[in-house]
């Protein structure tokens, strides 16, 4: 779906904190994507990623501060009511229906009637495995093409904004590279933002980055900036940058 053309960010969170329990996970998130273009947000494990998908997804209400998508509050919204607006999210663990067909896990994530024809091509372009598989549960599927499901579930209709959870964990490299493919061509008719441990992927596909530390984000700017100083990578993501090569 094409954006007005303006250059009013389409999601910003301002100081958003997140509480689970008693816990004070989010501790003052500030980010903003533009519209269009793939942002990575990245850092150490429990640095706060998955929560701020979760909050921005309205799986956790912000305890404070302000989360606007294209000029409209969303913090404290229900996520059904979110994921109206246009905003669809792939968790880590896919969420996906192994019992039943891939076309039948496509079926229900479509909200707004039967399938696409021409949408669900475009889709089997993106990932030919599922063509393949139209027809068999989706319990057969390798880990990949489990997170290839996941990720056609999240576009089968157009989305203004997609949020990713690390869709390369535990993946095989061949299904690796289809993925850059497939994340290349995805970019450039929707928003989306995508937690990452893989830095060659992230690097690979984001225009811009962010860099969560204990609840905040650290560092904001281009991904080709990062990509090429090995020192600002070391003193933001230290030894889990290594560790997931
Ligand atoms: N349901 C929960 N109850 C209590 N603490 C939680 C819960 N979910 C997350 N946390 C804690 O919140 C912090 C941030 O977790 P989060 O999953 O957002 O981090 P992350 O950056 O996504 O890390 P990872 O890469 O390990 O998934 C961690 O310390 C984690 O233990």
Same mark, same amino acid.
């Given at each position: 779906m094409s954006e007005m053309p303006t250059t009013e960010p389409l999601l910003t969170l301002s100081g958003v904190h997140t509480h689970i329990g008693q816990y004070h996970i989010l501790q003052g998130v500030d980010l903003s994507l533009k519209r269009g273009g793939m942002t990575v947000l990245l850092g150490r494990?429990?640095?706060?990623? &998955? &929560? &701020?998908?979760?909050?921005?997804?309205?799986?956790?209400?912000p305890s404070a501060g302000t989360v606007t998508f294209d000029g409209r509050s969303?913090?404290?919204?229900?996520?059904?009511?979110?994921?109206?607006?246009?905003?669809?999210?792939?968790?880590?663990?896919?969420?996906?229906f192994?019992?039943?067909?891939? /076309?039948?896990?496509?079926?229900?994530?479509? /909200?707004?009637g039967p399938l696409d024809q021409a949408r669900l091509d475009w889709i089997f372009k993106l990932f030919p495995a599922l063509k393949k598989?139209?027809?068999?549960?989706?319990?057969?599927?390798?880990?990949?093409?489990?997170?290839?499901?996941?990720?056609? /579930?999240?576009?089968?209709?157009?989305? /203004?904004?997609?949020l990713i959870d690390e869709p390369t964990k535990g993946i095989a490299p061949a299904i690796i590279e289809a993925m850059i493919t497939a994340f290349a061509e995805l970019?450039?008719?929707? &928003?989306?933002?995508?937690?990452?441990?893989?830095f060659r992927f992230a690097a690979s596909l984001g225009d811009d980055v962010a860099v969560m530390d204990d609840g905040r984000i650290v560092h904001r700017g281009p991904m080709a900036e990062l990509a090429r100083d090995e020192a600002l990578q070391t003193r933001l993501l230290g030894l889990s940058?290594?560790?997931h090569q």
């Open positions: 494990n429990g640095a706060g990623k &998955t &929560t &701020t998908l979760r909050t921005i997804m309205g799986l956790w209400a969303i913090g404290g919204t229900p996520t059904p009511d979110i994921a109206q607006s246009g905003i669809a999210y792939v968790p880590e663990t896919m969420a996906v192994a019992d039943l067909t891939v /076309r039948e896990n496509m079926i229900l994530a479509a /909200r707004s598989f139209w027809q068999f549960p989706a319990g057969v599927l390798s880990g990949g093409q489990k997170q290839m499901l996941a990720i056609a /579930r999240a576009i089968v209709e157009p989305r /203004r904004l997609i970019k450039r008719e929707t &928003t989306i933002l995508l937690v990452e441990q893989n940058l290594d560790a």
